[in-house]
C-alpha cells in the first residue's frame, strides 16, 4: 500500500515514515515547497502526480498561541487546505484520513466527549480545524476524520520535548493541573493511522467512515503528563524536576484551551477494534527513547 501523507517534518508525518516499512505501507511525505496548503493549485498538483491508496491529512497550522493573531493563515491552511487535499482524495477515488482535534470542543462538559457532542471551539486554532473537519465531510464521503488529542513523539515540537528542554536549567516547572485530557504519542496515531487506511482501502462499509475519536488510553491533567515525563526523567538519569501545579489562571495565554479535552474513544474501539497503549506507558518510550538520543534539542 501506497500512502501519501501531509507535511514533511511534523510529528504525525515523521511518525509515518518511521512506522510505515515495518507494516509494508510505502509512505511518501508531501509538503512545501511542491505542496503548500495554503495554495490549493498546488495540492491539487502534487497529490495526483502521486497515485497514492489513500491519502493521509496530517499537516496544520498548529500554532494554537499564534494563531489569535494569524486567523487567516490558519483558516487558509486547517480550512480551504484541509479540503482542498479532500477534493484531490475524492478525484482519485481514494480515501483521505484526516486528522483533526479536542479542541473543537469547548471544554465544559463533565464526561469525556463522544463524536456526536456538539462542537464549540474557543480558540482560532480550534474554529480552524472545525472548519477544515467540514470541508473535508463534504468533499468526499470517502474519509474518516480523526480527532486525537496532546500529541508528543520523538519529532517536532511538543510539550513533552518543551518539559525536557526546561527541565535541563530548571528545578521546578510551573504546570496547569485544571486541564484534563489524554497525551496521545504520534507513534501510536501513526500505528493506527496504517491500520485505518488498510480498511478503508478494503472496505467500503459506511460505518468504517465519519468522525471517530483517537486517544491514548487513561487520561490525566498537563501537570500529570509532566510528573511522568519528569519520573522518567529522574529513574533514568538521577535528575529531580518538581512540578508545582497551577491553575490555568495563573498561566496566561493568548489562545484559550478547554478544561475538559477526553475524548470517548468507544466509537474507534468498537467500528475497528483499535485501542492505543496507555498514555503513561507510552510517554515513558518516548522518554526513554529522547534520553538514550541524547540532551533535549
Ligand atoms: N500537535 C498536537 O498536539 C495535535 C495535533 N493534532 C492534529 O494532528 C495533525 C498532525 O499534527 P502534528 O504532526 O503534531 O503537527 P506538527 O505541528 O508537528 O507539524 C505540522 C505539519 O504541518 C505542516 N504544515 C504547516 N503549514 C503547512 C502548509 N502551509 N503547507 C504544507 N504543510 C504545512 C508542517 O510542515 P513542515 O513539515 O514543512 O514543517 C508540518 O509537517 C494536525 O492536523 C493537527 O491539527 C490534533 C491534536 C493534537
Ligand atoms: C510550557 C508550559 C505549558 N503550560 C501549559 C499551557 C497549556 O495549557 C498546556 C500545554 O501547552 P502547549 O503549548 O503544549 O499546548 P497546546 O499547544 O495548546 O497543545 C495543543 O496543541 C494543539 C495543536 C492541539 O491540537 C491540542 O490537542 C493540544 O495538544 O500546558 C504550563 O502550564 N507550563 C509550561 O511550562
Ligand atoms: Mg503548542
Not at 59 to 67: H, I, M, Q, R
Request: glycine residues 8%; proline residues 5%.
Amino acid at each position: 500500500m501506497r500512502l501519501i501523507v501531509t507535511g514533511k517534518q511534523g510529528q504525525v508525518v515523521s511518525s509515518l515514515l518511521e512506522r510505515g516499512p515495518a507494516a509494508s505501507v510505502e509512505v511518501i511525505a508531501l509538503g512545501r515547497p511542491e505542496l503548500d496548503l495554503a495554495d490549493a493549485a498546488s495540492v491539487r498538483s502534487a497529490i495526483a502526480a502521486a497515485a497514492p491508496d489513500a491519502i493521509v491529512s496530517a499537516a496544520a497550522y498548529t500554532a494554537v498561541d499564534k494563531a489569535e493573531c494569524e486567523p487567516d493563515l490558519a483558516f487558509a491552511v486547517n480550512e480551504t487546505g484541509a479540503g482542498a487535499v479532500a477534493e484531490a482524495a475524492g478525484a482519485l477515488g481514494v480515501p483521505v484520513i484526516h486528522l483533526s482535534t479536542d479542541y473543537v470542543f469547548a471544554g465544559d462538559k463533565a464526561d469525556p466527549y463522544v463524536e456526536t457532542d456538539p462542537t464549540g471551539p474557543v480558540s482560532v486554532y480550534g474554529a480552524s480545524k472545525l472548519a477544515g473537519e467540514k470541508k473535508v465531510a463534504a468533499a468526499t464521503d470517502n474519509h474518516a476524520i480523526l480527532r486525537t488529542a496532546w500529541v508528543y513523539s520523538p519529532f517536532g515540537a511538543n510539550f513533552l520535548k518543551t518539559m525536557l528542554r526546561l527541565g535541563e536549567s530548571r528545578d521546578v516547572l510551573r504546570v496547569v493541573a485544571d486541564q484534563r485530557g489524554t497525551p496521545t504519542s504520534a507513534l501510536d496515531i501513526a500505528d493506527a493511522v496504517i491500520a485505518v487506511a488498510r480498511r478503508l482501502k478494503a472496505d467500503p462499509d459506511p460505518a468504517l467512515r465519519g468522525v471517530f475519536h483517537l486517544t491514548g488510553g487513561g487520561e490525566g491533567t498537563w501537570a500529570d503528563f509532566a510528573d511522568a515525563i519528569f519520573g522518567g526523567l529522574k529513574e533514568k538519569t538521577g535528575r529531580e524536576v518538581k512540578v508545582e501545579r497551577i491553575t490555568t489562571a495563573d498561566y496566561p495565554t493568548p489562545a484559550r484551551r478547554p478544561a475538559n479535552s477526553r475524548l470517548s474513544t468507544k466509537k474507534l474501539q468498537s467500528s475497528y477494534g483499535i485501542v492505543l497503549a496507555d498514555w503513561d506507558a507510552s510517554t515513558r518510550g518516548v522518554v526513554d527513547r529522547l534520553l538514550a538520543a541524547g540532551p533535549a534539542t
